[in-house]
């Protein structure tokens, strides 16, 4: 395998270079693409340094100087690509030495587009593991919960109640580039929580997705106290009002593919409807919550009402 690993960096001073050395223990890895986002601190400096010390690891910054986020830089990084197969790292995250076991025996059958696996968390100090338990419970691994491929992964990501695991992490994720060839096929800039989960939706509807190493990480996420996802507490209008952003995007991808199951449809529909609702406050609420139940009144017959209407007046 001949693979390229992008790396997303803003104001990840602490971390990058343990995330680079993580990619560059492996032979298979021939470029380390860091796509600098205008950080405050002193990231780029010691992303300097670290493409001046090894051929492999290739620095760019956006042309304008300006951040742009998670989903600008990784496309950046896709496009920049130069490799067979794409790989992704956050900057403070890591893999482990496992990492593409799995990728080199699945990817010698043709039609697999991408491999997946699971992910551990480092907790870096208390406050960060403390964050992480608020949010997520003391599940420290973030996986699915059976094997799968092809168009099961989609169905299975989608399906409620779900037994399979809505999402998985971009950093376990491995992709042919040609299954990128479509432009469309991108992360998607409008979102800055939950990108990665409506990127992963999409694309394992159009490609062929196979999970591999999923009884135990392969890369582990740093857990600390500047996590954006874990900054947005459970159950509050902003928690809602990203969700609602998600499945609106969701939606209207949703609407514009030939044949997409309706049923599917609807799902991301009443996602999105009900979470707009939930992250308004007042009588703003309940006048939306009327109007989109006479509008959609399959909507009453949904378990998701109970979260449009119940108290979340909290940020």
């Not at 009443?270 to 309940?286: E, P, V």
């Amino acid at each position: 395998m001949n693979i390229s690993v992008v790396i997303p960096t803003y104001n990840a001073e602490p971390y990058i270079e343990k995330a680079v050395a993580s990619a560059l223990q492996f032979s298979e890895v021939k470029e380390v693409i860091i796509v600098e986002d205008a950080s405050t601190d002193d990231t780029l400096k010691k992303c300097r340094a670290l493409a001046k010390l090894y051929d492999r690891v290739h620095l760019y910054q956006h042309e304008d100087g300006k951040n742009h986020g998670d989903s600008v830089s990784r496309n950046m990084g896709i496009e920049k690509a130069s490799c067979e197969f794409i790989a992704f790292l956050d900057a403070d995250d890591y893999y482990l030495s496992n990492r593409f076991d799995a990728e080199k025996v699945l990817f010698q059958d043709s039609k697999v587009d991408g491999v997946f696996g699971g992910i551990g968390t480092d907790f870096i100090n208390e406050k960060g593991k403390q964050d992480y338990i608020d949010k997520f419970g003391e599940n420290f691994m973030c996986t699915v919960q059976f094997a799968a491929e092809g168009k099961d992964v989609f169905f299975n990501m989608v399906e409620e109640p779900n037994r399979f695991g809505s999402s998985f992490s971009m950093i376990a994720l491995t992709v042919r580039k040609a299954a990128l060839e479509n432009p469309k096929l991108r992360m998607p800039p409008n979102l800055k929580i939950s990108q990665d989960k409506e990127f992963i939706i999409r694309l394992a509807y159009h490609k062929y997705l196979k999970t591999g190493i999923i009884d135990q990480p392969v890369a582990n996420r740093s857990a600390h106290e500047s996590n954006s996802i874990t900054k947005i507490k459970n159950h509050t209008r902003n928690a809602f009002n990203h969700q609602s952003l998600l499945y609106g995007s969701l939606y209207n991808w949703a609407k514009n593919q030939e044949y997409f199951p309706l049923q599917v449809q609807k799902l991301f529909k009443y996602k999105y409807l009900f979470s707009k609702i939930a992250s308004q406050k007042g009588i703003t609420k309940y006048i939306n919550f009327a109007r989109y139940a006479i509008l959609n009144p399959e909507l009453l017959r949904t378990r998701y009402r109970y979260f449009a209407i119940r108290n979340n007046e909290k940020e």
